[in-house]
């Protein structure tokens, strides 16, 4: 797919590995509608990349079709949705306190599952309307986030794994759902990155990969996810897969 002109949407946009793939899109030529939950963060960051700043809630689904609408009335109808939107959700299933808050659980399930979900269908509904961009047929591509904890479920992780891991199931399933209207979904699943999420990462956890045992022996910089997701989006045989961008580290169990 060829980024330059086309509108990209991304959710998580004001900071982190958003902020980085909306940067990314921008340099790649691609008008950008930046989402987040804080107004003026996502404001100033539209206009430090001349993109769109638009708050949103990605848990509140009229939110989110009104911001895709706005972005769409501003640049286009959306090819490229980046997905980043994301709480941590460090507890233990079964804590001092007795059994998990389930509350708070469902909590994290809701913005990095059900948010990212309520975005991806959204765009892709309205992707399914659009003529094609190539001879492949290509109309558009979404590209999630998840994490590697998805795969190596640390201890006191549980509802942080348990809504990775959902994306990552779901990539396959709905490449294979969109394939025949010329979308395809990807999911990059991060290491140990300088994030605002990272600040939630113990230090033991972070001593513990920190040990040689990757390569680079160091965090990922935002800037290494914007350029995977541009290659990706770049990359018409990337379908259906979670890449891994870690390094080559394994989480231990905690």
């Keep these: 797919m060829k980024i330059d002109g086309l509108s990209a949407l991304v959710t998580g946009a004001a900071s982190g590995l958003g902020l980085a793939a909306a ?19 996502v404001a100033d960051a539209a206009n430090a990349l001349g993109g769109l ?5 990605v848990t509140d689904s009229g939110a989110v079709a009104r911001a895709i609408e706005t972005a769409e009335a501003r640049h286009g109808p959306v090819r490229i ?7 941590p959700g460090g507890m233990r299933l079964v804590g001092r306190d007795g059994p998990v808050d389930t509350a708070a659980f469902a909590r994290v399930i809701e913005v990095n599952l059900i948010g990212t979900v309520s975005v991806m269908t959204k765009c892709a509904a309205r992707m ?23 795969f190596e479920g640390q201890i006191g992780q549980g509802a942080y794994v348990a809504s990775k891991g959902a994306v990552a199931s779901l990539t396959l399933q709905a490449a294979r759902e969109f394939m025949p209207r ?12 300088r994030t605002p999420i990272a600040d939630h990462i113990p230090q033991e956890v ?38 891994r961008l870690d390094a080559g580290v394994r989480l231990q169990a905690r």
Excluded at 53 to 57: A, L, P, T, W
Excluded at 81 to 87: K, L
Excluded at 185 to 191: E, H
């Design 81 to 87: 949705n980046v997905n980043c939107a994301g709480i």
């Design 23 to 41: 940067r990314a899109l921008r340099e790649a030529g691609a008008r950008v509608a930046l989402l987040d939950l804080d107004a003026q963060r």
């Design 206 to 243: 972070i001593d513990g990969m920190l040990d040689g045992r990757m390569f680079p022996n160091r965090f990922g910089e935002p800037s290494e996810f914007g350029r995977l997701a541009v290659d990706i989006i770049r990359n018409p045989m990337l379908n259906g897969e979670v890449i």
């Design 182 to 193: 010329g979308i395809r979904v990807m999911t990059i699943a991060p290491g140990l990155f």
């Design 128 to 150: 399914m309307q659009l003529p094609p961009l190539n001879d492949d047929g290509e109309r558009g591509i979404i590209v999630n986030t998840g994490s590697i904890t998805a």
């Design 53 to 57: 700043g638009i708050e949103c809630d």
